[in-house]
């Protein structure tokens, strides 16, 4: 399996010492998990090739290409029944009141394809719904059929500094963090509940006298912080002590951590 470089979050610790994190590749498939809509674009046929953007709902196949549902009656299938190349912008969702640029983003590019078959289109019905249920009003109108954009090519941005391309095939042998189904729970839970622990996590980084410190993403390596001083808002990443790939592994890695720090 071939992987990408390493990538180190903008913030990282103050000494610039390098934080171990999911490759790009893979913090894109854990986006792609996370998110359920993105930004279509593809090439008008009625201006000629120039770009045309639209909302666009969807799901994931088992190998990790995207499954959309779409109607002939959209701009975005007329032209693609033209010309099937197209890319799906996707952003890091529960954003929040943070900055957009900061946010995570991945940019997929491909060609877009109709189903095999009705065996394969069954399948794909099925993972759509559970990623969409209300679409169950609609999937069986006639004017609606499936497509999948098989995925090239990859760009990913994990926030302000971090950015790299990533090759289809390493995106497609990616696999989504461990904990994308329970991260949002965690964070949330982390922000509510903790974040005296959070602030100290920060001061003992190096931060210095952290007046806010809020966790904004956290996967099987470790989380990143949003600190808040006097005088500035930076980023901080903070690796576990060892791999955490449940809800349960984290708690006793951030319970270590404060432990360590109040030392």
Not at 75 to 81: D, G, I
């Amino acid at each position: 399996m071939s992987a990408d470089p390493p990538s180190h979050a903008a913030g990282g610790t103050p000494d610039d010492s390098p934080v171990p994190e999911p490759s790009h590749a893979e913090q894109a498939r854990t986006l792609m998990a996370r998110a359920a809509e993105g930004t279509l674009g593809t090439l008008s046929h009625r201006n000629a090739g120039s770009p045309f953007v639209s909302l666009a709902p969807y799901a994931e196949d088992a190998e990790g290409h995207v499954l959309l549902l779409v109607s002939d009656l959209a701009v975005h299938t007329r032209n693609l029944n033209h010309d099937p190349r197209a890319s799906l912008l996707v952003r890091e969702p529960d954003a929040g009141e943070r900055d957009a640029l900061g946010l995570g983003r991945v940019t997929l590019i491909g060609s877009v394809t109709p189903m095999a078959g009705d065996e394969e289109e069954a399948e794909v019905r099925t993972r759509y719904l559970e990623r969409h249920p209300n679409a169950r009003y609609w999937v069986d109108y006639p004017d609606f059929s499936f497509r999948r954009l098989e995925v090239d090519d990859v760009y990913f941005v994990g926030g302000f500094g971090v950015m790299g391309w990533v090759t289809g095939d390493t995106y497609l042998q990616a696999r989504p963090d461990p904990l994308v189904d329970a991260a949002a729970g965690i964070i949330q839970h982390v922000n509510e509940d903790h974040s005296d622990a959070l602030r100290l996590l920060a001061r003992d980084a190096g931060i210095g006298e952290a007046e806010e410190a809020h966790m904004t993403r956290v996967d099987r390596l470790g989380f990143h912080l949003r600190v808040r001083t006097a005088d500035r808002v930076q980023g901080l990443r903070l690796a576990f002590p060892d791999e955490s790939r449940t809800p349960d592994a984290v708690r006793q890695a951030m319970v270590s951590m404060v432990r360590r720090a109040r030392q």
